[in-house]
């Protein structure tokens, strides 16, 4: 027990893990599993799921939480101690699972459960397991289950790889600029990025710049250089790439994805199908790539006109107020802000005033408790960080759910924004006892500079409500069974239903009167800003869909037709040309960062996030129909959503649970009309 990562009497010891208890962990948990799968695939072990159960699920639970609380800490507090020592751990851990789910002898004592004897989610778990072990090899037999082993561990570390050079490649970026450089970029990020500088061991000059999003993106919206836009956009367009300049080189993920693509080729072949596609689909809602191909080119010829629409407005606008005829791709953030400005009399850094983090979360929360009968209050727990906060989720009293919450952006920290579980909420075979579920909801945002709390913009604040969505999807089932609660079982392309359903909230008047006070003065949004902020709400709808379609279509082609031994470069080239109205220069290399695919479980699944948001508009329009004279969503909708949606996870087809909200199939107007592509698109004046 002096191991905190074999400490199970309550959560992760986070700030008492180190390195050096990896291995000794692992090795002893590793044991642990194996001994009980030997155990259960004995032929007079029983073939009944509760003795399966309370020994093999017990001991794999255990291994998962422990490689979960290891592989978090990789993504958010990566030092080189604990990259080694987690590097050192994934072949053995991917051999195991890549054996368990291979194995013959487990197989076939599943296959012998008698289904009469399950009640209906330890059915719907045995369903969903039995087709797990054919897409993991189980009925593969000699040289073809031993090369298939292989490909399973080459992917994990070539995985793990391409996220480590994307994460390197952010960080090893710097750029000192100047005071004049600088010009028109926002008070608060001047005063994070001379910040930055000065916390450099001798203490530079100048202004820090990276490649993280809360430094990076401000410079694109708002600096008037364009010399340093270009700079700064080079960078981040080259990241991880051949075309990264001097030793970025070293990051360059060209030969780890041609090396993923032709892996995950040959592992559908040996499955029996005729590329990756085909076996990405077999647990998703879409029935085939080609539905999902037709879907993506649907939506794309519905969008385009307004993304012709919102480029020709940004070209013109350029041209007569700013100077600029030919704009480059290092311009167009730039621009669209300053359009925005110009039409909607309004800036995304007024806006930002009106944000505080705090503010924020306790508007968030109370839309949460509100609409899904809950209370959420802080908690304590041991962190990763000084900066990570812990709450718990109630009801009646009663624990129903905790979760940690990491905001900032920092040295470290894997880009981006994502849920992940640390444990399930699941019926204990062991004990008997009811284990709740607890969720990581990591974003990286700016962090609060000179005494003030963090300010978030209108986006950050929009992500962070879908995550929250993703949250309360894991925390308030009310499914017992392990592997079909919460988010578990849930087909992938139905997982982004509840994170954009909450996405919607933060447009409402009312809730958002909840969560916004001025930084300075403590005024809440004023109703004229809000109004604004709703006209510019489908601001360049058409050019944000096509650069999602442009993402899911080479992903699912990349993943068909695309022959892993050639350039990728060229397939994206043809999507651009279908897809695209304003494509990037040709030096950008967006694929050697596509961590979704190439690093986590988006492959050949990107699609899911444009097939769900037809979903969760769709679920959204319920609360539309029925908001009541106080101007907020009505509980019983709320109710009836989370009991069917939330509560549900994944113990019944992701459809079903729809049908059981909605009482019927899910329709593409709502999605339409929200993102303002229900009608042809309107000629606006630009400025």
């Not at 009944?48 to 093999?56: E, G, K, P, S």
């Not at 050079?165 to 005063?191: C, I, K, R």
């Amino acid at each position: 027990m002096s191991n905190p990562l074999l400490d199970f009497t309550d959560l992760p010891p986070f700030d008492r893990i180190q390195p050096e208890d990896v291995a000794p962990a692992i090795d002893t948990l590793l044991a642990r599993a194996n001994q009980a799968l030997e155990t259960v695939t004995a032929p007079d072990f029983p073939a009944q799921w509760d003795a399966i159960a309370r020994v093999l699920d017990v001991a794999t639970e255990r291994l998962g939480v422990v490689w979960g609380a290891i592989s978090h800490l990789n993504s958010v507090a990566d030092t080189p101690a604990l990259r080694a020592a987690y590097n050192a751990a994934l072949p053995r851990v991917t051999e195991f699972w890549t054996r368990l789910g291979a194995d013959e002898r487990l197989y076939a004592k599943y296959k012998a459960i008698d289904p009469e004897t399950l009640d209906a989610e330890q059915g719907r778990a045995l369903h969903n397991a039995l087709r797990g072990f054919v897409l993991s090899g189980a009925e593969l037999q000699g040289a073809a289950k031993e090369r298939f082993a292989q490909i399973q561990e080459r992917q994990a570390e070539l995985s793990q790889k391409f996220s480590e050079n994307a994460l390197d490649a952010t960080d090893a970026f710097a750029y000192y600029a100047s005071a004049e450089e600088l010009a028109g970029v926002p008070d608060d990020v001047l005063q994070a990025a001379r910040s930055a500088a000065e916390a450099e061991a001798e203490g530079r000059a100048g202004y820090k710049l990276t490649l993280k999003m809360p430094s990076y993106l401000p410079v694109m919206q708002f600096a008037h250089d364009r010399a340093l836009r270009e700079r700064l956009y080079r960078a981040y367009a080259t990241r991880a790439s051949d075309q990264a300049e001097g030793e970025a080189k070293r990051f360059d993920n060209t030969a780890l994805i041609h090396e993923i693509l032709a892996l995950r080729r040959e592992e559908a072949q040996l499955l029996g199908y005729p590329h990756f596609g085909a076996v990405s689909l077999v647990p998703k809602m879409a029935q085939s790539p080609d539905q999902v191909i037709a879907f993506l080119r649907d939506l794309a010829a519905r969008a385009r006109p307004y993304a012709e629409k919102d480029l020709a407005d940004m070209r013109d606008f350029a041209a007569r107020t700013l100077g600029i005829v030919d704009p480059q791709a290092w311009d167009w953030p730039y621009i669209a802000e300053k359009l925005k400005e110009a039409r909607y009399a309004f800036s995304e850094q007024e806006v930002k005033q009106y944000f505080p983090a705090p503010k924020v979360l306790a508007g968030l929360f109370k839309i949460v408790e509100n609409l899904f009968e809950v209370r959420i209050v802080r908690d304590s727990a041991p962190v990763w960080h000084p900066a990570v906060e812990f709450y718990r989720i109630e009801r009646d009293g009663a624990l129903v759910g905790q979760f940690y919450l990491d905001l900032p952006a920092r040295p470290g920290k894997r880009g981006g924004a994502w849920m992940d579980d640390v444990r399930t909420r699941w019926r204990r075979p062991d004990t008997g006892v009811l284990q709740t579920p607890v969720a990581h909801l990591v974003c990286n945002f700016a962090a609060g500079v000179a005494g003030k709390p963090a300010l978030l913009t209108h986006d950050d604040v929009i992500t962070l409500f879908h995550e929250f969505g993703h949250g309360l999807h894991h925390l308030l089932t009310q499914v017992s069974e392990r592997d079909v609660s919460g988010i578990a079982g849930v087909e992938w392309d139905a997982v982004e239903l509840p994170s954009q359903f909450m996405e919607n909230f933060c447009w409402e008047w009312r809730v958002l009167q909840d969560m916004t006070a001025h930084v300075d003065t403590g005024a809440p949004l004023p109703r004229d800003l809000y109004d604004k902020m709703l006209a510019a709400k489908n601001f360049q709808s058409g050019l944000q869909t096509l650069r999602q379609i442009e993402f899911a279509l080479f992903d699912m082609l990349l993943h068909t037709v695309h022959d892993p031994a050639q350039d990728f470069m060229p397939l994206l080239e043809q999507v651009r040309s279908e897809v695209s109205v304003m494509p990037p220069p040709p030096f950008s290399r967006m694929p050697h960062t596509f961590s979704h695919i190439f690093a986590g479980g988006y492959a050949a699944g990107y699609y899911s996030y444009k097939w769900a948001e037809v979903l969760s508009a769709d679920a959204y329009a319920a609360f539309e129909e029925t908001v009541g004279s106080d101007g907020l969503p009505s509980r019983e909708v709320g109710r009836r959503y989370r009991q069917a949606i939330l509560e549900a996870g994944g113990s019944r087809p992701a459809m079903e649970s729809f049908k059981a909200f909605r009482g019927r199939e899910p329709q593409l107007d709502a999605l339409l009309r929200h993102q303002g592509m229900a009608q042809p698109p309107a000629v606006v004046l630009t400025a």
